[in-house]
């Protein structure tokens, strides 16, 4: 039997510059699940996304997806994409089998966590919240994008795509700085010293923390979970009921501290290079 796409529509050009195709997954000309792939709307056009691999339930665990997605690996060849990447539902575990087994590596994953409706605890002793300073901004500012343009360089992003996208993504959350609505960047003390800071903001109705960091001096001393701690609090404080984030691959001492204060996994993003 021969598992093939089949186009169900022109080739698509988004006014992002994006272009995408959704195809029917065929066996033997039958169709037996779609497809959806599409240019990345962040890096560009040399970055493919399977946005939707679907497989009906009698065709499955025949190998009907794997073949699917090898053929959507070279469409997006023929696109003169130079990486492909996906994401997968914490609870799709074949779906997950599936891309790792094809070689797809784990770039990063989103984490949520319910807050309910009893206060988070209080901070310890000795440590206090407080919003950060306009000259405590900028050095954070500067830092922050290139460390975060380096997360994505460390994980198989090309330089000038990572800087790019650190630079767009600052822009676009942080128009005003600390002005910006529905957003609040602190910093943490503990006994009057600086030892970390944290950026809570709001994204699809939850508290998002954006980045959480403690200072190189004072890590291994619980502050890490105090930020997040803070970051809880905060989000109540506001009246939201979910608290999510992100955390990239390899970043053992933060997906540790995440899961020990209740993070569930929701979402794994997936990349592999096609070259």
């Known amino acids: 039997m021969t598992t093939t796409l089949r186009p169900t529509e022109p080739l698509q050009h988004a006014v992002d510059g994006t272009r995408s195709r959704r195809y029917q997954v065929c066996v033997n000309s039958r169709p037996v699940g779609a497809i959806h792939l599409a240019t990345h709307p962040v890096f560009g056009s040399a970055v493919a996304q399977i946005r939707e691999l679907r497989i009906e339930e009698p065709d499955r665990r025949r190998g009907r997806g794997t073949v699917a997605a090898l053929a959507a690996e070279e469409v997006a060849r023929g696109w003169g994409c130079e990486r492909i990447e996906t994401s997968v539902p914490s609870g799709a575990e074949a779906g997950l089998r599936l891309v790792k087994a094809l070689g797809y590596v784990t770039r990063n994953r989103w984490m949520e966590k319910a807050l309910g409706e009893v206060p988070p605890p209080e901070l310890p002793a000795g440590s206090r919240g407080r919003p950060m300073t306009q000259a405590e901004y900028e050095p954070w500012d500067r830092e922050g994008r290139e460390g975060y343009a380096q997360d994505w360089i460390s994980r198989g992003v090309p330089e000038a795509e990572a800087y790019a996208k650190s630079n767009r993504s ?84 933060a997906e540790r501290l995440y899961e020990s204060l209740g993070y569930e996994t929701t979402m794994y993003h997936l990349y592999k290079g096609l070259l």
């Open 170 to 253: 600052h822009d676009q959350l942080l128009p005003e700085g600390l002005a910006t609505e529905n957003m609040l960047v602190s910093v943490l003390e503990h006994e009057d010293k600086v030892v970390g800071d944290l950026w809570v903001g709001e994204r699809d109705q939850s508290a998002f923390v954006y980045n959480v960091e403690v200072r190189a001096a004072h890590r291994g001393k619980g502050h890490g979970r105090t930020l997040m701690l803070l970051a809880e609090a905060q989000a109540v404080a506001v009246g939201r009921s979910r608290i999510a984030l992100n955390v990239f691959a390899g970043n053992t001492p």
